[in-house]
């Protein structure tokens, strides 16, 4: 009978030993943000930010225009994704505005309305 309760013991042990390697190597992988020097890294940050948020393969998006850092900022590449989509008649392909923080890559909403940037890009979804 000793045999169960040494079993359950030993079996904590590891796995609170798993745990604890695990909590230890958690930031291992990570590495400092890297900059972002051109537009087409820009695209393909956004897209693929996009593309994990709707659940979505990247090719669904087809398309990114880029903004003019004069007419945007020139702390973020500003682009707009379209998508793939084909239709008779007047549509938009239009998937929504971002910025691409050149510093971090962080991805950003562009307000359009407002010309100005928006929330992270993860925040809302």
Same mark, same amino acid.
């Given at each position: /009978?000793?045999?169960?309760?040494?079993?359950?013991?030993? +079996?904590?042990? #590891?796995?609170?030993? $798993?745990?604890?390697? #695990?909590?230890?190597? &958690?930031? *291992? &992988? +990570?590495?400092?943000? !890297?900059?972002?020097?051109? #537009?087409? !890294?820009?695209?393909?940050? =956004?897209?693929?930010?996009? #593309? +994990?948020?709707?659940?979505?393969?990247?090719?669904?998006?087809?398309?990114? @225009?880029? $903004?003019? =850092?004069?007419?945007?900022?020139?702390?973020?590449?500003?682009? *707009?994704?379209?998508?793939?989509? !084909?239709? @008779? &008649?007047?549509?938009?392909?239009?998937?929504?505005?971002? *910025?691409?923080?050149? =510093?971090?890559?962080?991805?950003? /909403?562009?307000?359009?309305? @407002?010309?100005?940037? &928006? !929330?992270? =890009? @993860?925040?809302? +979804?």
């Amino acid at each position: /009978e000793p045999f169960l309760p040494n079993l359950i013991e030993h +079996r904590l042990m #590891a796995l609170t030993t $798993i745990i604890m390697v #695990a909590l230890a190597l &958690g930031g *291992a &992988g +990570r590495s400092d943000p !890297q900059p972002v020097t051109e #537009a087409e !890294q820009a695209c393909a940050i =956004a897209k693929t930010s996009l #593309a +994990r948020r709707r659940d979505v393969p990247e090719s669904v998006i087809a398309l990114c @225009d880029v $903004i003019p =850092a004069d007419e945007a900022s020139s702390d973020y590449f500003v682009v *707009a994704l379209h998508s793939s989509r !084909q239709c @008779d &008649g007047i549509c938009s392909t239009n998937m929504g505005w971002f *910025a691409v923080e050149k =510093a971090t890559a962080e991805v950003f /909403e562009w307000d359009v309305a @407002d010309w100005k940037l &928006g !929330q992270p =890009a @993860d925040r809302n +979804r």
